[in-house]
């Protein structure tokens, strides 16, 4: 008798799971044919707001979606790329005169010719239905535009989203060009004015640092979203509250010019708090709660200092450009401050971030909601002056951000996206080779149907503050915009599936936002990858990611580097493995043995990751990168010289790498089992290293030279 919970889907359920981007079959990491449950299926459905309770059900709701595009004049959204023609459905009731026009988002207006092309009507509801055809001219500038149709003195209207058929490579990167930088963990590179965790001013220095000692052209950092304002701060940084706006625990306090200002015994008093603060960085530990504590009185001092006219016109112009979206956001922290966190705990009310109540309360907290508005200028402007100081410094590219996959599930867009996000399913990853149970990342996913619904302005927005002042934006796990991995909730990883996404639509928009900011994008395209995938992404111009340890040709024996991909970021390490030095050694072995996280006997993991690691080595041996019998640095300069052998455009190095850490970051699939996310930046033997030791550091200078060689 079969088990209800892993019964396989009806004929009507595959039908209508299909109709909707929802798998019910793929093939696993070992290559097995998996057939996803009947149960897994509908729930994800249901978070499509799709009923499928049972046969009857799911035939009606496949009934209705075949029906509701003649329900509507014209789709929700119509992105296209420059030099395509499509055509455009326009429903109408049968035998109605159309005209359709473009208007052009930076003026003007142009007449859509419509198209010889029949359509057999349909009857809705006792009516005859019919479908003109209009086509998209090829030469349309880029842009967000907007497509009107006008049917018997009614006008209706969607977005028109031109995208670049490749987004154009910066110029460091044409020709014979490459570039390199340091891939860090901000919060983790800790400087002596620092307050306990690193800042927009320690980035600005690693920056300036690293290009004009060391030639670097970039600096990859993590996402720098905001966490929660108040209670215990999430540590990674890949699970913020938002991903639109920046966590102001990394704003350097006494590098707001209002500080300057100040009475001398004010800002005597801040510059006592710093003092007190910065007592924290010889800790091996990072308490974000601390330094947010301390810095949050600080900054509420500043404001409440006041600005000049020319200053407060400016934090204005940002208020108005950032519009509702910030609003909200501010009014989601002033409410968080008042009533606490979760905010399902909040007065139902208050739940509806367009409600008159969520008015009210943000009128009654009017000075707090200026506050968190405030801190996102200061941020803004912060993070403006790092990525001016890193170009003027000589970098190509500046500072490249990092793009969380979502965000936490009780976070401030959960509140006010939510028509936007999928609710009853958590955004996760299959069982692979480094994590054999699957990933639960416990975070909402974007609903596809939703996204165009809203012309994808959520997402657009998301995009350009990332992109606001970066030379490149990292996408992590970017094969999110092709398909999500779905985890119901109450449901293991292992019983998920797969929801497609419009990936036209999302790599176009990417690719357009990022065109607009003259950024380069990486897409980190790791784990479970559909083959076709990096072709597409390569032919947008969007950048992979090749890791040196995860390079295999395919008798599965290491990729020779004239093999490698020329469109990606090349690294040896990535943040979910332990540095290189660790990495040598099997600590990544070792700590998921004592987590519980391998399904293969420790003996048996240890055996494969030694030869895997030893196969790697000997083809640096056998290239005469390496002398037989290397120590750890050497081997490690060797593996990053290796680099230099490939046509990759860009090469990472792991701030760890350089200095010789040895402890893990993040250890994927544990939550508080394991420190993640709170290991500051450390020497060799462990001891906690400051930036002010990392520009005097000679193996950073010579890893650095390592990789500045031309293989």
Known sequence: MTDARHEPPSRELVDLARRFGVATEYWSWTGEHVLVSASTVRAVLAALGVDASDDEAAQQSLHLADEAPWRRVLPPVVVTRSGWTPWVPVHLPHGSSVLAWIELEGGGRRELEQRDHWVEPRVLEGQQVGEATFEVPADLPLGWHRLVARVAGRTSSCPLVVTPAQLTMPAALTGEGRAWGFMTQLYSVRSCRSWGIGDLDDLAELAVWSAADLGADFVLTNPLHAAEPVGEMEPSPYLPTTRRFVNPLYIRVEAI??????????????????????????????????????????????????????????????????????????????????????????????????????????????????????????????????????????MSLGVVHDLAVGVHPEGADVWGLRDALAHGVTVGAPPDAFNQQGQDWSQPPWRPDQLAELGYAPYRDMLRTVLRHAGGVRVDHVLGLFRLWWVPDGHPPTEGTYVRYDHEALVGILALEAHRAGAVVIGEDLGVVEPWVRTYLSERGVLGTSILWFEKDDDGEPLPPEKWRELCLATVTTHDLPP???????????????????????????????????????????????????????????????????????????????????????????????????????????????????????????????VRTTG
């Open 257 to 394: 010019p209002e500080v300057g200002a100040m009475p001398s015994a004010q800002r005597q008093l801040i510059e006592w708090q710093a003092d007190a603060a910065q007592q924290a960085n010889a800790a091996d530990g990072l308490d974000r709660d601390a330094c947010w504590q301390a810095k949050r009185s600080a900054l509420e001092q500043v404001h409440e200092q006041g600005r000049t006219l020319g200053r407060e016109r400016e934090f204005e112009a940002f208020c108005v450009e950032q519009g509702q979206g910030l609003v909200d956001f501010a009014t989601w922290c002033a409410l968080a401050e008042e009533h606490g966190l979760p905010w399902g705990q909040w007065p139902v009310e208050l739940h509806d971030p367009t409600s008159d109540a969520v008015a009210d309360e943000r009128d009654r907290l009017a000075e707090r909601v200026d506050f968190y508005r405030w801190l996102q200028w200061v941020a803004d402007e912060q993070l403006a002056s790092a990525h001016r100081r890193a170009r003027a410094a000589g």
């Open 580 to 706: 290189t030095a660790g990495y040598l050694a099997g600590v990544h072995v070792d700590l998921r043995e004592s987590l519980g996280l391998l399904t293969r006997p420790v003996e048996q993991e240890r055996e494969i990751d030694e030869a895997e690691r030893e196969s790697v080595l000997a083809m640096l041996v056998a290239r005469g990168l390496l002398a037989p019998g290397s120590g750890e640095r050497e081997t490690v300069e060797a593996l990053h010289r290796f680099l230099t052998w490939t046509p990759s455009r860009l090469l990472g190095v792991s701030l760890s790498d350089a200095v010789g850490d040895r402890r893990t970051i993040n250890q994927p699939g544990t939550d508080e089992e394991y420190p993640n996310w709170r290991v500051p930046l450390a020497d060799p033997s462990g001891q906690p290293l400051l930036l002010d030791d990392v520009v005097r550091d000679r193996r950073a200078r010579s890893l650095a030279r390592a």
